[in-house]
Every structure is written in C-alpha cells, then in structure tokens.
C-alpha cells in the first residue's frame, strides 16, 4: 500500500538536483517505503537499491579503491554514462559510505537517495563528508492527518466548518483518540485489532532497543540506559533534572548527558528548550523531556491523559517551527511558544479562564497570537482542538 507522505513533494522538488538526498528517522517510520515509491516514480530503468542491513550489500560498497566500487555498480546493470540513480537504505551500517557517496557524485554524476535511521551517526558522519553536497529530510511517525490518509480519509480535516460543533467534535474524536492512544507509526495505523497495535508497538520498541541502542550505541551500561528510557516516558512533559536523575541511576552527570544525547539523536525523545525573553525573569536551564509517539508513551509508561495529550500536541506544534516554553520563577507557564510569537496552552477541558490567563500572558511577553487547545469539546471562543494543530 503506497499512501503518500506529506514530506515527499519537498523531496520530489530537488530529485533533479545533482545533491544526495539523505532521509533520516526512527525505525518503522516509512523510510525505505517512501524511498521505493520515489524510486518508482523515475521513469528511467537506470537504477539500483541496496539494503544496507544486509552484510552482503555492505561488501559491495566497501572497497578502499572507489572505482572499483563503481565496477561493481556496473556489473550489476548501472549505466555510468548516462544519469544514474542509486538507493541506499540504512546507511548507518557503512561508516564509510559518505565519502563513497561524494565520490560517485563527483565522478560519476550519479543521484544518490539514502535513508539512516541514527541521525546520532549520520549528522557526524555526513556533516564533513557531503557538506553542501546533500538535501537532508526527517521523516517521522505519522501526523493526524496523515494517520486519516492511512486510515482511508474517514472525515476530512479541510472541510472542518470554521466553529466546531458537538457533533462535528465527536465525530473527529473517535480517530483522534485511537491516535493518542496507540501513536503514529504507519504499521500500527494500519491494524485494526488492539491485540495486534500492541504486539507491533512492542516489536518496534524491541528493535530501537537491540538494534540502536545497543548495537549502535554500544554503552557498558545497558541496564542503566534501559532504566533511564522508561523513566523518561514517564516525565514527559516534565522539565529535566539531570542531577536528580543522575543520583537516581546512580551514574556521573557526564554519562546521563551522553546518554539523553543519544536518545534524542536518534529521534526516540526531544528536549524542548525554555523561550527566553528579556521581559522576564525565567527560569533557563532545564529542558522539558518529550517522546518520538504517544503509542509507546502509553504502552510502555503509567502516563496521564493529560501528559498523552500534551506531548501529541508538541508533536503537531513543532511541525509549525521552533518551538519552547515559558515559565516563570512563579512557576506560571506558557505550555509552548512556537517562533517567539504565538502562545499556545495545552487543556484537557479548556474553559473562559484559561484563555483570559493565556491572553494576559502572552499580552505581557509580547506575543501577538496565542490559542488554547483543547481535547474535549468546550463553548469558548479562542480554543482550538488537538486534531487542528
């Protein structure tokens, strides 16, 4: 089933480029899906795909002399007179395929599509190798209205009347809901069965883990980033206390900051930064912690509606920019701020009050929008809902 992405007409926009295209993301995200489908979109038959994973594609690629590896690619069929394209999928297994990719580039004028799903390894290791010489795209667990196209456009979000009725609000729920509940990886969207979402999500988790973190990552201490991995899915939403947490599993700050490096380089939590503003006094140096997918969060974590709502929130806002939060020494906050202008509250039931506090909040800062969103329906103007991020 080929179901489009919202991320593929910014990558069919620069296939004409000479540059690579690097696709990184979690595991199970799609990636060597959408790389198939754009490669059968190329009308040449001037192409080839290696999967990377396997050690017998690795071979191929390895050769000191990158010539010879170009051999290779013709032995196999590739036209190195004509424009070429090569597909590599889970390059993070091949240290040295940035370099080989440069070459080809540089010579050969192939067009080179990858996919990684470690941008820990990835960023370091094409940063020097391709810099100027790639397009680098992030592809992640499903958006809403994504998760509506998987699910065969069961209600259509831009037909949405401009004030939200009851009955329109319900009617969105019953898919909004099954999308907190059991998150946005494609293949967990596509079941229907309860029994088999679980089973998915707990396949998905088990292959971050042995085929990230601990062959990838190769840490001493796997119990420890095991155990610091669950702590977090129950923090989301919470600011991070790095000394805390690091007397609580008992290793050096140094380690536990290696450690959340990790994870959030390989896309499994983000670190939402405080908004700063010289308006006020904030509070700066402690990042709230938020996870890859709400699915996981509630599989694997005792989590709260609210958390779960919450943190899908932060999933749909950052897709609109750079986003943080405001808090004062008071301990009021602003739940997010997106591009240092727009305020956003996140409310199970949102009610007149907290768009009045909002309002006053973001008047103060400086802000010229703010909205309050909401998970029930409510009667108040100024509120948006989950589904509408």
């Given amino acids: 089933m080929n179901i489009e992405r919202d991320i593929t007409s910014s990558i069919r926009a620069v296939m004409d480029a000479p540059e690579a295209i ?17 490669m059968e979109e190329i009308p040449s038959d001037n192409k080839l795909f290696f999967d990377l994973e396997n050690p017998a594609n690795r071979k191929l690629f390895e050769e000191t002399n990158y010539d010879r590896i170009a ?44 996919t990684g799903s470690a941008v820990f390894y990835l960023k370091n290791l094409f940063s020097e190798s391709l810099a100027g010489r790639k397009y680098s795209f992030d592809l992640h667990p499903l958006s809403f209205s994504e ?13 949405m009347p401009a004030q939200v009725t009851e009955a329109v609000h319900e009617s969105v729920s019953r898919w909004y809901d099954e999308y907190l509940l059991y998150g946005g990886f494609p293949g967990v969207a596509l079941k229907d069965a309860v029994r088999e979402k679980e ?45 805390k947490l690091s ?13 959340l490096s990790f994870l959030e380089g390989t896309y499994f939590i983000t670190l939402v930064r405080p908004f700063s503003t010289n308006r006020d006094t904030e509070i700066r140096s402690q990042p709230k912690i938020y996870l890859c997918d709400t699915g996981l969060m509630r599989r694997f ?39 240092g202008k727009t305020a956003f509250e996140i409310k199970q039931k949102a009610d007149a ?28 103007e100024n509120v948006i809902y989950g589904y509408q991020l």
């Fill in 22 to 38: 690097v696709i990184t993301g979690l595991r199970r995200t799609g990636k060597t899906t959408l790389m198939r489908s754009l």
């Fill in 71 to 114: 051999d290779n690619l013709r032995f196999l069929g590739l036209d190195l007179t004509r424009r070429g394209y090569l597909f590599l999928d889970e390059v993070q297994f091949l240290r040295s395929i940035p370099s080989v990719v440069k070459y080809l580039i540089d010579h050969y004028r192939l067009k080179c599509l990858l």
């Fill in 147 to 159: 998760f509506l196209r998987f699910k065969g456009n069961p209600v259509r979000l831009e037909a």
């Fill in 199 to 243: 089973m998915m999500l707990d396949d998905i988790f088990t292959s971050y883990f042995q085929m990230e973190v601990v062959q990838l990552g190769d840490f001493r201490r796997i119990n420890v980033i095991r155990d610091l991995i669950f702590l977090l899915m129950e923090r989301s939403g919470s600011r991070l206390d790095v000394q």
């Fill in 247 to 259: 007397k609580e599993l008992g290793v050096a700050r140094e380690t536990l900051n290696n450690y």
């Fill in 301 to 339: 974590s005792r989590i709260s509606d609210g958390a779960l709502f919450e943190n899908a929130a932060w999933l749909a806002l950052r897709q609109r920019g750079q986003t943080g939060y405001f808090r004062k020494k008071s301990g009021v906050e602003i739940d997010f701020v997106v591009d």
């Fill in 353 to 380: 009050k907290d768009v009045s506090r909002l309002r006053q909040l973001a008047t103060e800062l400086g802000l010229p929008e703010y909205r309050v969103v909401s998970r029930k329906w409510c009667e108040v």
